[in-house]
Structure formats: C-alpha cells, structure tokens
C-alpha cells in the first residue's frame, strides 16, 4: 500500500516545472529590488551631500561581517545539495544547518544594528528624522524598507532549508528528489545577491 503510493507520488513529481517555478520566483524578487534600485539611485542623484553625510552613520564592519556571513552560507547551501547527491546525508545536514546558523548570526547583527539607528531617532516618522534634512529622511527611509524586505527574504529562507533539514532528516529528501533543497539554494542565492547590491549601496556610499 505505502509502495504503491510512493510510486504514484514519485511519477506525479514534475522536477523540471518546480525549477522553472522557482525560477520565475527568482525572476520576479529581481524585477522588484531593480525597481527599489532605481528609486534609490534617483534620490541619491537628487540628495548627494545628503546621502553621503547619512551614510556615515551606518557601521562598515558590521555590513561587511554580514556580507561575509551571507558568501559563507552560499557556499554551505550549495554543498549541501553536493552532499545530498554523494548520499551523505550527515554532512547535508551539518552544511544546512551551519547555513541556518549564518542567518541567525546575520540577523542578529542587524537586529542591533536597527535597534542603534532606531534609539538616535533615525525610524522613519520619528520627530527626530522628520526635523533632519529630505535627503536623510529618504535615506534612512529606503535603509529601514529596502534592508527590512531583506530581512523578510532572509527569515522565509530560514523557515524554507528548516523544512528541508526536517525532510532530509526523516529520509522524505534524499539523492533522488533533491529537487527541494536545490529550490531552497537558488532563494538563498538570491537573498545573498540581493545583499552584495545593498552593502555598497548603503554601506559604502560615504
């Protein structure tokens, strides 16, 4: 009975279309940062002393921390799906999990580093930036959404290598559909090409 409803699952599979799913995914979250590039790079023209002065408030070190962070979990995620095809399931385990260990840590830092912006009054609406100059209100308006939305992505990508750490563990992901865990390194490539863009950006402008 359970063989038999293997067999009609695993026929019923379409690895192929959930590429090309994710792909188009993919395809869209790109469509949507070009456009909150666009804007970014338009107010920067606008606002140039402006965003220089408020980009020196942001701290250097921890943004690039945070980018070495998101490159090692690329690179772990993608062994992953390079172990699970070995049929080395410890080790796929142990490199998602080190995957999931790098977001942690990388939110963290940005969760103190959101909490000091946030005590010097620099949230959007506070009384404080709404009294600073247009530029920095801009500014720190497209910092707190654009590396919020960031964040977002981040946290669906830990609760999606979190479901396949949970497959892979009861043998449900494994060599031969390792169709899940390839989803889930493309999304998280995407979040780490997503942040590569914003480090300069915000970062490095000053």
């Given at each position: 009975?359970d063989t038999s409803t293997t067999i009609t699952h695993d026929e019923h599979r379409d690895d192929e279309a959930s590429?090309?799913?994710?792909?188009?995914?993919i395809f869209t979250e790109l469509l949507l940062f070009a456009g909150l590039f666009i804007v970014y790079g338009v107010y920067r023209y606008e606002n140039q002393e402006a965003?220089?002065?408020?980009?020196?408030?942001?701290?250097?070190?921890?943004?690039?921390?945070?980018?070495?962070?998101?490159?090692?979990?690329?690179?772990?995620?993608?062994?992953?799906?390079?172990?699970?095809?070995?049929?080395?399931?410890?080790?796929?385990?142990?490199?998602?999990?080190?995957?999931?260990?790098?977001?942690?840590?990388?939110?963290?830092?940005?969760?103190?580093?959101?909490?000091?912006?946030?005590?010097?009054?620099?949230?959007?609406?506070?009384?404080?930036?709404?009294?600073?100059?247009?530029?920095?209100?801009?500014?720190?308006?497209?910092?707190?959404?654009?590396?919020?939305?960031?964040?977002?992505?981040?946290?669906?990508?830990?609760?999606?290598?979190?479901?396949?750490?949970?497959?892979?563990?009861?043998?449900?992901?494994?060599?031969?559909?390792?169709?899940?865990?390839?989803?889930?390194?493309?999304?998280?490539?995407?979040?780490?090409?997503?942040?590569?863009?914003?480090?300069?950006?915000?970062?490095?402008?000053?």
């Amino acid at each position: 009975m359970d063989t038999s409803t293997t067999i009609t699952h695993d026929e019923h599979r379409d690895d192929e279309a959930s590429k090309l799913g994710m792909w188009l995914f993919i395809f869209t979250e790109l469509l949507l940062f070009a456009g909150l590039f666009i804007v970014y790079g338009v107010y920067r023209y606008e606002n140039q002393e402006a965003f220089h002065s408020a980009g020196k408030e942001l701290s250097v070190p921890i943004g690039t921390i945070n980018t070495v962070i998101l490159l090692i979990s690329s690179a772990t995620i993608a062994m992953a799906s390079s172990a699970i095809r070995f049929k080395n399931k410890k080790l796929t385990i142990r490199l998602l999990v080190v995957t999931l260990l790098m977001a942690l840590i990388f939110m963290v830092n940005k969760y103190f580093e959101w909490t000091g912006k946030i005590e010097h009054g620099y949230l959007p609406g506070t009384d404080t930036l709404m009294n600073m100059e247009q530029g920095k209100v801009l500014f720190y308006g497209l910092y707190f959404f654009m590396t919020g939305l960031h964040a977002l992505h981040i946290i669906v990508g830990v609760i999606l290598i979190t479901i396949v750490v949970i497959r892979v563990n009861k043998n449900t992901l494994s060599d031969e559909n390792p169709v899940l865990l390839d989803n889930a390194g493309l999304y998280w490539h995407l979040v780490d090409l997503i942040w590569i863009f914003l480090f300069p950006l915000f970062y490095l402008i000053a």
